[in-house]
């Protein structure tokens, strides 16, 4: 039996026979095992795939594709990043209470002497991951709407975020926009990340990168529009024209395999509906069953991402130098974040360059940085904000390599009949994560602010 086969066909004695002719030979250790065959090299079986998907040239992707994903990777976690590095503006009275310096000036939250807010930004959190979860979790089994009716959905709840979160009177009205963000980021990625399935696998580390972008660009667009003189509000509000690109760069840049006519003159149209028909024919039964075998990338992944969130939106709030003049609490945390976001988008643009076979080792590495980031908070060890940076850049980088890692190991080793729902699932992984570090954030939070310095 044979571990590696061709995705499309199989040769036998000179021809081509479709792969749905060779299923249900057996289920017993691998259900994708098909009978001893001459086979061709490797490589050229990869081809062969890749131009069915319509790469041009072989083994490549179209610029327009690779940019129009890393467009929508970055327009995608947009509203995600925005809500996160404006979630210590969002809670502080400042933000509801009708000043025009909502979080800009040296207001500060209360008498504590650690200077919290009420409430931990691990709230905004998981208001920015808890719709994301179950949207993550229902999608991969139970298919809902075409792609272009899913995306419709995407740009409109990206949208009311924006608004919902600008136009704010209350804490309430707040972390329901920032509800619509994660609906809008969870949908999008569940809905995009598997599409990457139709087009040549770089297009995957394009998303990653534009995921990384997102971060950078979200995070240092708020801090910088802030440090300006912009509100926070209409910081928020100018954001707006995120989901406008998001529509261009999908229904105008990137060009849908649908709208080939054929993929190669060695390749009938029939073929091409059969690889179509491949990534989509799973059974319900069959898609739990093979959950399993992908939990060697979703749970280094899920640590990893406990970890670093825990750090970012339990932690990082807490690590405040009120002896420097030139940053206030609020500016301090808007720019961990833009410091973060940087290391993650170098990292998720690195898998051509340096690639993490064992994810497990960012999974540990990760929470070495849980333990001095909370150590710090409790005793404030760290004494200068420059050693606080180099750490936050490191924990971006290890939470970014995790990623483009994993679903780069994916589109490299998972069979393509089940890959479409492999990159689905496993993002319930990372969301898993940041949704379990929301909930530890909070108590955490609460506990270190009731102690004295």
């Given at each position: 039996?044979?571990?590696?086969?061709?995705?499309?066909?199989?040769?036998?004695?000179?021809?081509?026979?479709?792969?749905?002719?060779?299923?249900?030979?057996?289920?017993?250790?691998?259900?994708?095992?098909?009978?001893?065959?001459?086979?061709?090299?490797?490589?050229?079986?990869?081809?062969?795939?890749?131009?069915?998907?319509?790469?041009?040239?072989?083994?490549?992707?179209?610029?327009?594709?690779?940019?129009?994903?890393?467009?929508?990777?970055?327009?995608?976690?947009?509203?995600?990043?925005?809500?996160?590095?404006?979630?210590?503006?969002?809670?502080?009275?400042?933000?509801?209470?009708?000043?025009?310096?909502?979080?800009?000036?040296?207001?500060?939250?209360?008498?504590?002497?650690?200077?919290?807010?009420?409430?931990?930004?691990?709230?905004?959190?998981?208001?920015?991951?808890?719709?994301?979860?179950?949207?993550?979790?229902?999608?991969?089994?139970?298919?809902f709407g075409s792609h272009h009716q899913r995306i419709t959905v995407v740009v409109i709840a990206?949208?009311?975020?924006f608004i919902l979160v600008g136009a704010a009177v209350n804490e309430v009205m707040a972390i329901?926009?920032?509800?619509?963000?994660?609906?809008?980021?969870?949908?999008?990625?569940?809905?995009?990340?598997?599409?990457?399935?139709?087009?040549?696998?770089?297009?995957?580390?394009?998303?990653?990168?534009?995921?990384?972008?997102?971060?950078?660009?979200?995070?240092?667009?708020?801090?910088?529009?802030?440090?300006?003189?912009?509100?926070?509000?209409?910081?928020?509000?100018?954001?707006?024209?995120?989901?406008?690109?998001?529509?261009?760069?999908?229904?105008?840049?990137?060009?849908?395999?649908?709208?080939?006519?054929?993929?190669?003159?060695?390749?009938?149209?029939?073929?091409?509906?059969?690889?179509?028909?491949?990534?989509?024919?799973?059974?319900?039964?069959?898609?739990?069953?093979?959950?399993?075998?992908?939990?060697?990338?979703?749970?280094?992944?899920?640590?990893?991402?406990?970890?670093?969130?825990?750090?970012?939106?339990?932690?990082?709030?807490?690590?405040?130098?009120?002896?420097?003049?030139?940053?206030?609490?609020?500016?301090?945390?808007?720019?961990?974040?833009?410091?973060?976001?940087?290391?993650?988008?170098?990292?998720?643009?690195?898998?051509?360059?340096?690639?993490?076979?064992?994810?497990?080792?960012?999974?540990v590495l990760q929470w070495v940085n849980v333990i001095l980031f909370l150590s710090t908070a409790?005793?404030?060890?760290?004494?200068?904000?420059?050693?606080?940076?180099?750490?936050?850049?490191?924990?971006?980088?290890?939470?970014?390599?995790?990623?483009?890692?994993?679903?780069?190991?994916?589109?490299?080793?998972?069979?393509?009949?089940?890959?479409?729902?492999?990159?689905?699932?496993?993002?319930?992984?990372?969301?898993?994560?940041?949704?379990?570090?929301?909930?530890?954030?909070?108590?955490?939070?609460?506990?270190?602010?009731?102690?004295?310095?």
């Amino acid at each position: 039996m044979l571990k590696e086969y061709d995705p499309v066909s199989v040769k036998l004695s000179g021809s081509y026979i479709p792969m749905t002719d060779l299923e249900g030979s057996s289920e017993s250790d691998d259900e994708f095992n098909v009978v001893s065959a001459e086979r061709r090299p490797i490589h050229s079986r990869k081809e062969e795939e890749e131009s069915i998907l319509g790469t041009s040239p072989v083994g490549t992707e179209k610029w327009r594709n690779l940019f129009a994903y890393w467009m929508l990777g970055l327009t995608n976690n947009f509203a995600y990043v925005i809500m996160l590095s404006a979630a210590h503006d969002i809670l502080s009275k400042d933000f509801h209470g009708g000043g025009d310096d909502p979080g800009n000036g040296t207001a500060s939250n209360g008498s504590n002497p650690r200077d919290c807010n009420t409430m931990s930004t691990g709230t905004i959190l998981l208001a920015d991951i808890i719709p994301s979860l179950i949207i993550k979790a229902i999608v991969p089994f139970i298919t809902f709407g075409s792609h272009h009716q899913r995306i419709t959905v995407v740009v409109i709840a990206c949208s009311i975020s924006f608004i919902l979160v600008g136009a704010a009177v209350n804490e309430v009205m707040a972390i329901i926009g920032v509800a619509c963000a994660s609906l809008s980021s969870g949908l999008g990625e569940v809905t995009f990340l598997p599409y990457t399935s139709n087009f040549h696998r770089n297009t995957v580390s394009a998303w990653s990168s534009g995921t990384g972008g997102a971060g950078v660009f979200g995070a240092l667009s708020y801090a910088g529009l802030t440090a300006i003189g912009l509100t926070p509000r209409a910081t928020v509000f100018s954001m707006l024209v995120v989901p406008i690109i998001m529509s261009l760069n999908f229904w105008v840049v990137l060009e849908h395999p649908r709208g080939k006519r054929c993929c190669s003159r060695n390749h009938s149209y029939s073929q091409e509906l059969q690889l179509e028909h491949l990534e989509s024919s799973l059974t319900l039964k069959e898609k739990f069953r093979y959950v399993p075998r992908l939990l060697k990338f979703m749970i280094p992944l899920g640590i990893v991402y406990i970890g670093e969130y825990l750090i970012n939106q339990g932690l990082m709030e807490l690590v405040y130098f009120p002896s420097l003049s030139w940053l206030d609490h609020h500016e301090q945390y808007r720019w961990y974040q833009v410091i973060y976001q940087v290391g993650v988008m170098i990292s998720r643009s690195s898998v051509h360059c340096f690639q993490i076979h064992h994810i497990w080792i960012t999974s540990v590495l990760q929470w070495v940085n849980v333990i001095l980031f909370l150590s710090t908070a409790i005793t404030a060890w760290i004494g200068s904000i420059w050693v606080v940076f180099i750490l936050i850049i490191w924990e971006g980088l290890l939470g970014g390599a995790a990623y483009v890692n994993t679903f780069y190991r994916i589109a490299m080793e998972v069979p393509q009949s089940h890959k479409h729902f492999a990159m689905s699932i496993t993002t319930l992984a990372d969301t898993t994560g940041i949704a379990i570090a929301g909930v530890i954030a909070i108590p955490v939070h609460n506990l270190i602010c009731d102690l004295p310095l």
